[in-house]
């Protein structure tokens, strides 16, 4: 989309008042689950989660530890999505599986570029992204691009309200 990066997250911008109102009926903000699923149900939903930044460890390499927590974390909301009818794909908790269970680097769990191209149908068929609070995702590549092509495609995104049913303490802008 011409108007913002796609290799920084800006979402201070895409935020501000004006752009809300660009994208009005397109962009909900700040929204509780509940509400989200009563307007999301029969339709197919993207769950967009942060990976790849929150999954380097200490040393600089890819962590096991962290990407199960994180495919954890995209999994428990799919699971919440499911519990209120909504069927919510989420690209992180399937590619966490495959690289866990075989060698690590077959796929290379940080290779931007393949994953990219893998969630990309998935990205396609979906009627709306959904974004929940899982921290990191405001700094997330991954998360912002999933997010800025919905809208310039006419889908709806969805950033969603932390319940304390999440993980996160982290605020919307």
């Given at each position: 989309?011409k108007d913002?990066?796609d290799?920084?997250?800006?979402?201070?911008?895409?935020?501000?008042p004006?752009?809300?109102?660009?994208?009005?009926?397109?962009?909900?903000?700040?929204?509780?689950?509940?509400d989200?699923?009563?307007?999301?149900?029969?339709?197919?939903?993207?769950?967009?989660?942060?990976?790849?930044?929150?999954?380097?460890?200490?040393?600089?390499?890819?962590?096991p530890?962290?990407?199960?927590?994180f495919?954890?974390?995209?999994?428990?909301?799919?699971?919440?999505?499911?519990g209120?009818g909504v069927?919510?794909?989420?690209p992180?908790?399937?590619?966490?599986?495959?690289?866990?269970?075989?060698?690590?680097?077959e796929?290379?769990?940080?290779?931007?570029?393949?994953?990219e191209?893998?969630?990309?149908?998935?990205l396609?068929?979906?009627?709306?992204?959904?974004?929940?609070?899982?921290?990191?995702?405001q700094?997330?590549?991954?998360?912002?691009?999933?997010?800025?092509?919905?809208?310039?495609?006419?889908?709806?995104?969805?950033?969603?309200?932390?319940?304390?049913?999440?993980?996160?303490?982290?605020?919307?802008?």
């Amino acid at each position: 989309m011409k108007d913002f990066p796609d290799s920084l997250p800006d979402w201070d911008t895409l935020l501000a008042p004006h752009m809300r109102e660009k994208w009005g009926g397109l962009l909900y903000v700040d929204v509780p689950l509940a509400d989200a699923a009563r307007r999301l149900r029969g339709r197919l939903v993207y769950l967009a989660t942060p990976y790849s930044r929150e999954v380097i460890g200490s040393d600089g390499r890819w962590c096991p530890v962290r990407s199960t927590e994180f495919g954890i974390r995209a999994a428990m909301w799919a699971r919440r999505f499911a519990g209120l009818g909504v069927t919510a794909v989420s690209p992180i908790v399937q590619a966490v599986e495959m690289v866990h269970c075989g060698a690590p680097t077959e796929p290379d769990p940080l290779d931007a570029e393949f994953w990219e191209k893998w969630c990309r149908p998935l990205l396609a068929k979906a009627d709306a992204v959904v974004v929940p609070p899982i921290r990191g995702w405001q700094a997330s590549v991954g998360v912002w691009r999933e997010a800025i092509e919905a809208l310039a495609t006419s889908r709806q995104v969805w950033l969603l309200q932390n319940d304390n049913g999440g993980e996160t303490n982290e605020q919307r802008p």
